[in-house]
């Protein structure tokens, strides 16, 4: 079953370190890394990333608790979908959303109310299949479903190759001078696969250490 194949991340650094001589320097350089815990379900976890693009984690934040705070459930507690298609868009508005984001909610909220989008659909389909359903969801485009599938799903063989900051750690750590294009990013990576998300946590660490 597709879904049963969450990435382990000591096997796959046993694997990377053998694969690629730049990225097991890398990972020594780096250490050890957390991964964040993975959201409650899928549909807080898409919502969220709704919310959140484009803005700083400060104002996205404070949009995000302004949205649960509109349907007075208990704790941490999110809306089911069937909970935010009935709510105006004065609502939704009031909450911070702009236009284009409450569009996007209803689009969301709407594919998993039909049974087009879910937690059973996520656990049969390969990770082509995700990206094609979540990017019919008005606002979700392949980088995010990219996100989705690394750590919601933690499928173990993501390469996000439009991803920014992927982009210039492989830049500095092999020795190029400009920025990879998609198809220099998937040549570089080709060694990683089939445990390409675990690669890309480590390049995206790069970026926040400082390195030799």
């Known amino acids: 079953m597709a879904g049963s194949r969450a990435f382990d991340i000591d096997h796959s650094l046993a694997f990377l370190r053998s694969a690629d001589p730049v990225l097991a320097t890398l990972i020594e350089q780096v ?17 969220r990333s709704i919310i959140y693009q484009q803005l700083s ?3 996205a934040g404070a949009i995000y608790r302004k949205f649960q705070a509109l349907f007075d459930l208990e704790g941490d507690a999110f809306p089911a979908p069937e909970q935010v298609l009935p709510r105006s868009d004065d609502d939704l508005r009031a909450a911070g959303l ?3 984001k409450i569009a996007s909610i209803r689009s969301l909220s709407e594919h998993f109310a039909s049974g087009e989008l879910g937690s059973e659909q996520f656990e049969h389909w390969e990770d082509d299949e995700i990206i094609a359903h979540l990017t019919r969801v008005r606002g979700v485009g392949r980088w995010t479903a990219e996100m989705f599938l690394m750590f ?3 499928r173990p063989d993501v390469l996000p190759v439009n991803d920014l900051g992927i982009n210039r750690a492989i830049m500095k750590r092999y ?18 696969r089939p445990h ?3 690669a890309c946590l480590y390049l995206w660490r790069s970026e926040d250490v400082k390195l030799p």
Not at 175 to 192: N, R
Request: hydrophobic share 40%.
């Open 31 to 47: 250490g050890p890394i957390e991964v964040r815990p993975r959201g409650p379900n899928a549909f807080q976890a898409l919502s």
């Open 57 to 59: 984690g400060t104002a």
């Open 98 to 100: 702009s236009r284009q």
């Open 152 to 154: 919601h799903l933690r």
């Open 175 to 192: 020795g190029l001078e400009a920025m990879p294009k998609p198809d220099a990013v998937k040549a570089i990576g080709e060694p990683w």
């Open 196 to 198: 390409a998300t675990v």
